[in-house]
């Protein structure tokens, strides 16, 4: 009979569902309990800027601005100055005195980071960006050279 | 339009203030102001520079870019070894270098501290045909044995008169 | 030689001027040659090798730079072939091996020779993997210049302006083979004062301004073309600016002005405009305290109509007037003195150094004719401190040209080591010494055409006499055929400078070169100021008050006519002259005595971009914009009628000059009763309607128009409607080179030209007195320089007073000390300096100096000044 290759491929299939779900069950829960656990991020997710410095402490930003140039939004906006050779702020003869973004012009799209010559400016992970007024959006040189550890872990890509 | 286009109008050489015979005579004139102080000092600079009326930046110039004008203070005994490529090639050269500097201790460019004797390294002192060879002030010292050296280093530290 | 070559580049024929160097040629027919060491504007040279180019004949082809080689008829040049390619990445290779790749910190990326061309023409990828060679990357080479050694391509053409347009070699390439470098002698900075220029013309970012240093990008600037304010040359510039703020200032060209360079007080000197002390809103002096509090415009504005109406009202409209700075735009300076004559009623108005000097009001003929003539006689004038644009100039045709230069000056200038004559004069004596030239020039003249007759015949009676001492002179004059005689405020001021002027103008017209007299202000626009009227008896236009004609067409213009006798002049205001006065840009009070008599005053109102001496005394402040923050239109010294449009945002509530005085004159329009002069006040009562008010005004006499002026264009196109000649200068006509007006449309004949000299001379000092000699020093502490930036500041000399070695070996003086210096107006304590540019008998001290020395002990008056060194 016809019928009964049916009737067992029916049976498979039904098993074979069920594979899932068994699959799906044993797995685990996928909800993450945030903000008490972290989010899996992949390590080229961009969020905030921010800063970064030498080992030895000097700040990378040579107040260049290549990534106010290269920002599509105008968000950043930098205003460089010349290092005391006695107290220099960063290696070389100039450094960024003013660098700020405006993160609500920003579009996260990564170009500063390509632009800048020293990798000074990266985009981290940190995706919690609300604050309670318009102010706090306007990130100062001090903010992005002291970013916050961000609530997440890397995962693999 | 164009009130003055230098490349329209070509001037002459010399056309300018500068009295171009004044100026051949820059070479001379430092050597006789080298001879004074066996260097040149800032003050002779600018007296040349006055007297042929360059600027002193125009003399200064041109005396830094001749080897044989000096702009440091150097020893009263000036050895001038050769590193040009025939007496590199006779076994000079280095070898006649480390062996001076040993035995003076101090490196080329450097003078003696009682400030008597200056070690430097030259460049071809047309003398490749009796290479290797080097020269105190303005005496050649051709055909160079280390028995040789010793012997012209032993005048110059018995104070004798030279060249 | 034919005049005109034709040659073949890369299969184009191209007509050029036989002469013209290849590199030229081959931009003329619209190819690019690639260059580093060549200009435009500097010698050839062939340092660079980036040029060479492929130059094909009869026995096959040959590279050779095309920066040097001259156009000849049949020239076949090829740029584009594979040799040529090959050289030139091949020379950008070799440039760069000692090249720092720090382009993103370098001022000049973005803008750099260099770069582009290594884009262009590079080979992409670098055969060099060696470390470069590093020398000095932060040096200077003067107070206001550094040099990065690294970053330097020894193009020589920082050295070559040096030499060939300053005439001042001070840089030079040190040492040779790798370790080559640009230097300076130690001890011996750059001080040319155009010096600036050189930043400019570096084809890499080797030389910084340290001014501006990091202080721009530059694709993200705003720029905009302007002229300079600093002095009358009206040299043009671009204002660079970005976020509000003025980053730098560059040259423009302008070959009839300032060729390309600028000097570096145009170029250093601009933090004034931005300054963190500038006045931003209107200040009031408050009735209770005592103290300027700040106020809004129309409280601000309301007090001055309010004030001045009342005084006005009281005393009549001469109690009242004005004194402007010869800096202001010609908008400013016609609507100032259109206030005062036709809504105050007066012909109170004029500017320091106005009336008092005897000034030529056609200027110089064109500063075009420096390179055009063969003798240039500067009186009192000294260029290489006053318009250094101009000293460039005048160097530039003396070093190429051969012309010869007669100085007569109390003090050994600059420019005095050139080949003519100097002659040192005792300060007063000019008059005096001119009339003897003349004298003799006339009687040589004479004696040639004359010779039967005698020598007797050709003698002038009155004349001290042929001049036998100058013969050199004479012949030197008299062999002139296309001479220039300028003369500067300086010699021109009081009963001697019309003295002096009138014996230049014998002198000149004696050798038939009457219209080469040339009068050189102060201020950056004073020939726009004269022109517009900014003086006591002269209107617009240069018509004296009493001319009923003129006075009728400004009164069809203004709606009423200015009064037929002449003003107060600003020494007669200060004086005592006024109850009320309106101050605009000039800070009269920095000098004591004139704080004091200001003091006296009823009612000072001030505008000004600071609150100076003067505005501290001000019953009300103005807050003004400066040159870069407002359209406005200056003349130059040429007569050339130049645009200066806005280039930033005017500093917090300032307003424009014009703007001002027309929100000031629409308040006194409104005011009761000022609409018209006639005495009765129209008592118009707001219940009447529109129709009876406007009957009642025609009943009452003519009455001003208003002030209808809703940009600084509006203002311009009515003083085309005042003053004749300035009839075609639109806006759109200024265009960015400016227009000049016609000397020849000006029909003001010379009014005193036969006086004669009534002056005594000036008599040698007696032993341990000294004759004041005040001429103007370049870095001196103007108010703009006070607020210039640190780096500037810092050239500000401290206060000292020059003496010639002999008179300090005589009077047994030691240098450096510190003296007393008394003379009758006052007494004042400064630094001695040796100088041997001084004259026996002399003491210099330079014009405003910190402090005002010079002033103080009576400079600048016009009058011989003896002075006691204790």
Same mark, same amino acid.
């Given at each position: ?157 | ?163 | ?285 408050? #009735?209770?305290? @005592?103290? %300027?509090?700040? !106020? ?6 309301? +007090?001055?109509? &309010?004030?001045? $109406? ?121 008059? #005096?010494?001119? @009339?003897? %030239?003349?004298? !003799? ?6 004696? +040639?055409?004359? &010779?039967?007759? $005698? ?125 009320g006065l309106f101050v605009m840009g000039d800070n009269l009070a920095a000098l004591p005595a004139v704080a004091e008599a200001l003091r006296k005053l009823d009612f000072l109102v001030v505008q000004d971009l600071f609150l100076t001496e003067t505005a501290q005394l001000a019953d009300v402040v103005l807050p003004a914009c400066s040159f870069a923050e407002a359209d406005g239109t200056y003349t130059n010294l040429e007569r050339r009628v130049q645009r200066g449009p806005q280039g930033i945002r005017a500093v917090g509530e300032s307003k424009a000059d014009w703007a001002i005085l027309t929100a000031l004159a629409e308040k006194w329009l409104a005011a009761e009763g000022r609409g018209d002069r006639s005495g009765v006040a129209p008592a118009a009562a707001p219940e009447l309607p ?181």
């Amino acid at each position: 009979m016809a019928n009964v290759s049916t009737v067992f491929r029916e049976i498979g299939a039904v098993v074979q569902a069920m594979g899932v779900t068994l699959r799906a069950l044993l797995a685990g829960p996928l909800t993450v309990q945030y903000p008490e656990q972290p989010i899996a991020v992949y390590p080229r997710f961009r969020a905030r800027h921010e800063l970064r410095r030498y080992e030895n402490g000097l700040e990378r930003c040579i107040g260049c601005m290549l990534c106010e140039a290269a920002c599509p939004t105008g968000a950043i906006h930098v205003e460089a100055a010349e290092n005391d050779p006695a107290h220099p702020v960063s290696p070389g003869e100039r450094y960024a005195k003013v660098y700020e973004v405006n993160l609500m012009r920003c579009v996260f799209c990564g170009d500063c980071e390509t632009a800048c010559p020293v990798e000074a400016i990266v985009l981290g992970h940190d995706f919690e960006l609300a604050v309670y007024d318009r102010d706090g959006f306007l990130l100062t040189k001090e903010q992005l050279l002291n970013p916050k550890v961000p609530n997440v872990v890397v995962r693999a890509e | 339009m164009t009130m003055d286009a230098a490349r329209q109008t070509p001037h002459a050489p010399g056309a300018g203030l500068v009295d171009p015979t004044k100026q051949a005579m820059l070479l001379s004139a430092l050597y006789l102001a080298q001879e004074q102080a066996g260097y040149l000092t800032p003050a002779a600079i600018e007296r040349v520079a006055q007297r042929l009326g360059l600027s002193p930046g125009q003399v200064y110039s041109v005396a830094s870019f001749y080897s044989l004008f000096r702009i440091e203070p150097v020893g009263r005994y000036v050895i001038q070894v050769c590193k040009g490529l025939s007496c590199y090639l006779c076994g000079g050269a280095e070898k006649v270098a480390d062996y001076i500097s040993a035995k003076l201790g101090i490196r080329p460019g450097e003078t003696t501290p009682d400030g008597r004797i200056t070690l430097e390294l030259v460049e071809c002192l047309a003398s490749c045909g009796t290479a290797p060879a080097m020269r105190i002030n303005d005496q050649l010292y051709e055909n160079l044995t280390l028995d040789a050296i010793d012997l012209a280093l032993e005048r110059l530290l018995e104070g004798g008169e030279h060249g | 030689m034919p005049d005109q070559v034709t040659l073949t580049i890369d299969d184009v024929k191209v007509t050029v001027p036989a002469g013209t160097l290849v590199v030229d040629a081959a931009k003329a027919a619209g190819i690019d040659i690639p260059v580093f060491c060549s200009h435009p504007k500097l010698d050839p040279l062939g340092a660079c090798r980036m040029c060479l180019v492929e130059f094909v004949g009869s026995r096959g082809s040959r590279l050779d730079t095309a920066c040097t080689v001259r156009v000849a008829e049949g020239m076949a040049v090829r740029t584009n072939t594979e040799q040529v390619k090959a050289v030139r990445e091949a020379n950008l290779g070799f440039i760069l091996i000692n090249h720092p790749l720090d382009c993103p910190i370098c001022d000049k990326g973005g803008e750099c020779p260099l770069q582009d061309q290594t884009m262009a023409y590079g080979p992409g990828v670098s055969q060099f993997v060696e470390p470069k060679r590093h020398k000095n990357k932060r040096y200077p080479i003067s107070d206001l210049i550094l040099l990065d050694q690294e970053r330097c391509i020894l193009c020589w053409r920082c050295i070559r302006y040096l030499e060939e347009w300053e005439d001042k070699p001070q840089l030079g390439l040190f040492e040779r083979g790798g370790e080559t470098m640009i230097d300076t002698f130690p001890g011996q900075p750059v001080d040319a004062k155009t010096s600036g220029s050189i930043i400019d013309i570096c084809p890499v970012g080797a030389l910084t301004n340290r001014v501006a240093r990091f202080r721009y990008r530059p694709w993200e600037l705003k720029k905009t073309p302007s002229v300079c304010n600093h002095c009358p040359v009206g040299c043009n510039l671009r204002l660079d600016e970005r976020v509000h703020a003025l980053r730098r200032i560059v040259a423009r060209e302008n070959m009839a002005v300032n060729d390309e360079w600028i000097c570096d007080k145009g170029r250093f000197v601009h933090q004034f405009v931005d300054h963190p002390e500038r006045l931003k809103k209107p200040l009031v002096r408050d #009735a209770q305290r @005592g103290t %300027l509090r700040e !106020a809004t415009w129309d409280e601000a504005l309301d +007090r001055v109509v &309010e004030k001045l $109406g009342a005084l006005v009202e009281a005393n009549g409209p001469n109690t009242v007037g004005g004194i402007a700075s010869p800096r202001v735009s010609n908008e400013a300076a016609y609507l100032f003195q259109k206030f005062f004559r036709a809504l105050v009623g007066t012909n109170n108005v004029d500017f320091a150094g106005g009336s008092a000097v005897r000034a030529w009001p056609t200027g110089l003929s064109a500063i075009t004719d420096i390179a055009r003539s063969d003798l240039i006689v500067l009186v009192g004038f000294d260029p290489s401190e006053a318009a250094p644009l101009l000293a460039v100039h005048i160097k530039r045709v003396v070093l190429r040209k051969g012309a010869k230069l007669l100085i007569i000056h109390p003090r050994r200038i600059e420019l005095a080591k050139y080949p003519g004559a100097y002659l040192p004069v005792l300060p007063g004596n000019e008059a #005096a010494l001119l @009339g003897e %030239l003349a004298a !003799a020039v006339q009687a040589s003249k004479g004696v +040639r055409g004359q &010779e039967a007759r $005698g020598k007797q015949a050709a003698r002038n009676p009155q004349s001290p006499g042929p001049g036998p001492q100058y013969p050199d002179v004479v012949a030197l004059l008299a062999a002139a055929k296309s001479p220039l005689f300028i003369y500067g405020p300086d010699v021109a001021r009081g009963e001697r400078g019309r003295a002096t002027v009138a014996a230049l103008l014998n002198l000149a017209t004696a050798l038939g070169q009457g219209d080469k007299l040339a009068y050189i202000g102060a201020g950056a626009n004073e020939q726009g100021v004269r022109d517009m009227g900014l003086l006591p008896d002269t209107l617009p236009g240069y018509a004296p008050v009493s001319d009923a004609a003129v006075r009728e067409r400004l009164g069809k213009l203004w709606g009423l006519q200015p009064p037929a006798e002449a003003g107060q002049t600003c020494a007669r205001m200060i004086g005592g002259g006024v109850k009320g006065l309106f101050v605009m840009g000039d800070n009269l009070a920095a000098l004591p005595a004139v704080a004091e008599a200001l003091r006296k005053l009823d009612f000072l109102v001030v505008q000004d971009l600071f609150l100076t001496e003067t505005a501290q005394l001000a019953d009300v402040v103005l807050p003004a914009c400066s040159f870069a923050e407002a359209d406005g239109t200056y003349t130059n010294l040429e007569r050339r009628v130049q645009r200066g449009p806005q280039g930033i945002r005017a500093v917090g509530e300032s307003k424009a000059d014009w703007a001002i005085l027309t929100a000031l004159a629409e308040k006194w329009l409104a005011a009761e009763g000022r609409g018209d002069r006639s005495g009765v006040a129209p008592a118009a009562a707001p219940e009447l309607p529109d129709w009876k008010r406007k009957k009642r005004k025609a009943k009452t006499g003519p009455a001003a128009k208003p002030w209808n002026y809703p940009t600084a264009q509006s203002v311009l196109e009515e003083i085309g409607k005042a003053v004749p000649f300035y009839a075609t200068m639109r806006w759109e006509a200024l265009g960015e080179g400016g227009l000049q007006w016609s000397a020849r449309d000006l029909r003001v004949g010379v009014r005193d030209s036969g006086l004669s000299n009534t002056q005594s001379p000036t008599s040698n000092p007696r032993p341990g007195e000294f004759l004041l000699v005040s001429s103007p020093l370049f870095w001196d502490a103007s108010l703009f320089m006070q607020y210039a930036a640190d780096q500037v500041r810092q050239l500000i000399p401290a206060p000292f007073v020059a003496l010639n070695p002999a008179d300090l070996a005589t009077a047994k003086l030691a240098e450096g000390s510190q003296m007393t210096l008394t003379s009758p107006h006052g007494s004042v304590i400064l630094t001695l300096k040796a100088d041997a540019s001084v004259q026996p008998g002399t003491v210099w001290i330079p014009a405003t100096l910190p402090g005002l020395p010079a002033e103080t002990l009576g400079g600048g008056r016009g009058e011989p000044i003896s002075v006691v060194v204790r």
